[in-house]
């Protein structure tokens, strides 16, 4: 059995007060008419955190800091290959969020954490579940 190698999916919780955004997937071929979070796929030579910082910006227009990041939850899962998937939560930034993507995005919109709609990318919603009970890691996909 050889090293598994996974690829590292970045996901950006912004939290405003018990909000959190999410964007409307669209013209993509994988999940359109879904709502996710802002995220992205670290690059070579890039930290998780400053791949989520140049995400952030890239797609929704906002500046974070990174002292200001905050770990939050870890999905290890299996889809045609093993991924890492990194939450981490912001709930300080400088600018609005913005949709710097409408080619992907239909737009975003904040929803209550405890109200999320049904029409969710599934390990995303998942995720986010665990999330809001403080549970910081889980897998996903592995069943043999």
């Given at each position: 059995?050889?090293?598994?190698?996974?690829?590292l999916d970045l996901h950006l919780i912004l939290r405003r007060d018990e909000e959190i955004l999410l964007g409307q997937r669209q013209n993509t071929g994988w999940g359109?008419?879904?709502?996710h979070l802002p995220s992205g796929h670290g690059e070579d030579g890039e930290s998780a955190i400053a791949g989520l910082v140049?995400?952030?910006?890239?797609?929704i227009g906002v500046?974070?800091?990174p002292a200001d990041v905050r770990f939050a939850h870890l999905l290890h899962h299996?889809?045609?290959?093993?991924?890492?998937?990194?939450?981490f939560e912001v709930t300080r930034w400088t600018g609005e969020p913005v949709n710097n993507e409408p080619?992907?995005?239909a737009g975003w919109r904040w929803f209550p954490l405890s109200d999320l709609p049904e029409q969710m990318i599934d390990y995303a919603a998942e995720t986010l579940?665990?999330?809001?009970k403080?549970?910081?890691?889980?897998?996903r996909g592995w069943q043999e």
């Open positions: 059995m050889g090293k598994q190698r996974a690829q359109d008419g879904r709502w140049r995400e952030a910006k890239e797609e500046d974070i800091n299996r889809t045609e290959s093993a991924r890492a998937a990194i939450f080619d992907k995005c579940a665990q999330y809001a403080s549970e910081s890691y889980s897998e």
